[in-house]
């Protein structure tokens, strides 16, 4: 069985203050028959991890080999979610894994890097005329640098297209959630999980974690595009009962581009129309296990719009107060002059009723 390697660094992760450690050259990496074997080489002494992705809690798939100028990891192809893919011509079997170099015990820093690599196991000739052995050259890895794409998260006005910080209740908004790259060629995106909350820490979420909207008058199902790292929607602003500030909080899952486009939720109907219940439960189940498929793959981030101030309109409690002051000034001047005429009065006719007593 012949053995063509294929490596390809696909992650460079920019969302920490840097370790002083860095990768010396590219990994070294041994496609034997029944496991992987990885080799990094390092500038300072390693006390980081090495990890293949999404399986970091199982003992098998990671390695804390520290203290020294290199670190390895050995990743059996039976477990640690290799993926297995038949190839007709030339005869044989890739299998890929994904694998993250760290320099940090428990995070992720800027010096650390994401490898996605691809042992091919050719298949041996089984019927020969006669013993000749082939020697094969070494393939050079091919290694390409991609930066990780950067996420953010506003709400915009959108005429002006600039970010609103006040507003009042129904005015028309912009969600807009971008992610750029210099490589946005190799991402998918997918927002998700997004949440509202005042200063009381009261959340209410808007749309769900399958990236479908849950109540269409405060935020409906998004819009992809133009590109593969943009997303937008229009909506009205709203506000909790009893607080002016709004906080919008939204997750973005990052995906390398596999296929020729990416794929956007398929989100159910909510415009009131009723669904039978079989046809929910099939559609949710779907989504189930479509987003076990895609826990071993990809990465998400948090992204935060900024605070907005929304108010209601008719309301001016300065006005109001200066009015019930007004108010109430008025009627001191009616009430006073009136208990002093009553009080003459009642005096007079005391006086009166006393001196036709007398006579």
Partial sequence: MRTLLLVFIFITHSNAI???????????????????????????????????LGHADNPKCRSEERGGRTTSISIPLDECGSVKTRSIDPPGLFISTKVMLSFHSQFVTK???????????????????????????????????????????EVIDPHKKEPIEVATVGQQLLHTWICESSSPELWCMRVHSCFVEDDNDVRVTVLSDDGC??????????????????????AHAFKFAED?????????????????????????????????????????????????????????????????????LGRDFSVVGSSLRRECYSLELIVWPLAVLTAITLLLSIALLRLMGRK
């Fill in 18 to 52: 840097p370790i002083p450690n860095g990768q010396i050259g590219n990994a070294e990496v041994d496609c034997q028959e029944n496991k992987i074997e990885i080799v990094f080489a390092t500038e300072e002494d390693f006390l980081g991890r090495v990890l293949v």
């Fill in 111 to 153: 010096v650390d890097r994401g490898y996605d690599i691809q042992c091919f196991y050719m298949q041996a000739e089984k019927t020969v005329t006669y013993p000749l052995m082939v020697s094969m050259n070494p393939v050079e890895p091919f290694s390409v640098v991609a930066e990780m794409p950067r996420c953010r998260y």
């Fill in 213 to 234: 909207a849950i109540d269409r008058y405060l935020l409906d199902n998004l819009e992809y595009g133009p590109g593969n790292l943009r997303a937008q929607k229009e």
């Fill in 244 to 312: 002016v500030v709004v906080n919008f909080q939204c997750s973005i899952r990052l995906d390398i581009r596999t296929e020729d486009e990416c794929e956007v939720p398929t989100c159910p109907d909510i415009s009131g129309k009723r669904r039978r219940r079989s046809d929910d439960e099939d559609e949710r189940s779907k989504i189930i296990e479509k987003r076990k498929k895609e826990e071993e793959r990809g990465l998400t981030v948090d992204v935060r719009a900024g605070t907005m101030q929304v108010l209601e």
